[in-house]
T-cell receptor
Framework: AQSVTQLDSQVPVFEEAPVELRCNYS??????LFWYVQYPNQGLQLLLK??????LVESINGFEAEFNKSQTSFHLRKPSVHISDTAEYFC????????????FGKGTKLTVNP | NAGVTQTPKFQVLKTGQSMTLQCAQD?????MSWYRQDPGMGLRLIHY???????DQGEVPNGYNVSRSTTEDFPLRLLSAAPSQTSVYFC????????????FGEGSRLTVL
């Protein structure tokens, strides 16, 4: 079975500051890793994913995450955040044998202040 | 494109009542699932289906029932609502092929009094 730990429940930052949202996972098998974003009163949307290949993956809106197998981490980073990045971010994991069954972390609420 | 459509968006029930949350997708996705979202708990998988006629339990299936008679629809039934089932429910679908990309509906907020 897999599990996901998001170390921070809330992260407040100022606009244009860098941010890192931390995610650690636990699994006895090889995994796929995901970050989903939830804007207020909406469903979740896929932000980025790691399936294989390069351990650094990027989203179209400037976020990146790096898969670190030795530290079992998949932290999400952005060098300069915008007000519009205010949302809740969920890290998720699945095993490579049945990846649609995602296990989610408890979420990190990112608030970007002017 | 409609994507994943959930109805109703809001519902208030009394303890012991039954109801069905509807979920439909128009993307011809084989995989569909139901999650519940509670504050500080993230999303927890209730039931899922890998295709028409096939369903299975997730992490928190008790008190819920599902069926999958068509590819498009995956209703979630609450047999006898309890206050502990007060939550926001999300339906999600995926093309499959182990891509892990779930497409979510906008959610159904259920309050059980």
């Amino acid at each position: 079975a897999q599990s996901v730990t998001q170390l921070d429940s809330q992260v407040p930052v100022f606009e244009e500051a860098p941010v890192e949202l931390r995610c650690n996972y636990s699994s006895s098998v090889s995994v796929y890793l995901f970050w989903y974003v939830q804007y207020p009163n909406q469903g979740l949307q896929l932000l980025l994913k790691y399936l294989s290949g390069s351990t650094l993956v990027e989203s179209i809106n400037g976020f990146e995450a790096e898969f670190n197998k030795s530290q079992t981490s998949f932290h999400l980073r952005k060098p300069s955040v915008h007000i519009s990045d205010t949302a809740e971010y969920f890290c998720a994991v699945s095993d490579r044998g049945g990846s649609e069954k995602l296990v989610f972390g408890k979420g990190t609420k990112l608030t970007v202040n002017p | 494109n409609a994507g994943v459509t959930q109805t109703p968006k809001f519902q208030v029930l009394k303890t012991g009542q039954s109801m069905t949350l509807q979920c439909a997708q128009d993307m011809n996705h084989e995989y569909m699932s139901w999650y519940r979202q509670d504050p500080g708990m993230g999303l927890r998988l209730i039931h899922y289906s890998v295709g028409a006629g096939i369903t299975d339990q997730g992490e928190v299936p008790n008190g819920y029932n599902v069926s999958r008679s068509t590819t498009e629809d995956f209703p979630l039934r609450l047999l006898s609502a309890a206050p502990s089932q007060t939550s926001v429910y999300f339906c999600a679908s995926s093309l499959g092929g182990y891509t892990g990309e779930l497409f979510f509906g906008e959610g159904s907020r259920l309050t059980v009094l």
